[in-house]
């Protein structure tokens, strides 16, 4: 048997105790887990999900091009010292590749020579 409610709200929400539905059961019913309140999961036959997709534009995000026609280093730069050229000034990127209660990784890399180097903080 199916309850009756005296408040009305969005198809996907209980109107009794404001819980999201959950997907109808095998008998076509859809119980809310909260108070218990019962529909018939005809209810979702003719509900509909918009949505937008919405792209970056890869244009502004090109690597820059130095004078000398070679790529600019990308991310921002630090003051730390190229252990391959000595250059001073190296730009990083930071990236969590290990678990999430641990620290991230800091990516270093030499505008001068391209070297690369990681350390894990």
Do not use: W
């Not at 199916?2 to 009794?16: I, R, V």
């Not at 997907?23 to 076509?28: A, I, R, T, V």
């Not at 000595?86 to 930071?94: E, R």
Request: glycine residues 6%.
């Amino acid at each position: 048997m199916f309850s009756s409610s005296h408040f009305q709200s969005d198809p996907n929400f209980c109107p009794e105790c404001g819980e999201i539905f959950p997907l109808p059961e095998m008998n076509n019913r859809v119980k809310c887990v909260l108070c218990g309140f019962e529909v018939d999961g005809i209810t979702f036959d003719k509900l509909t999900a918009e949505y937008d997709i919405k792209s970056n534009n890869r244009e502004k995000y090109k690597k820059l091009k130095t004078n000398d026609g070679q790529k600019a280093a990308d991310g921002p730069t630090v003051d730390r010292e190229c252990s391959k050229c000595g250059h001073q000034g190296m730009t990083y990127a930071t990236l969590q590749t290990r678990s999430a209660d641990e620290g991230q990784t800091v990516f270093y890399s030499c505008p001068s020579c391209k070297h690369q180097e990681h350390e894990n903080s």
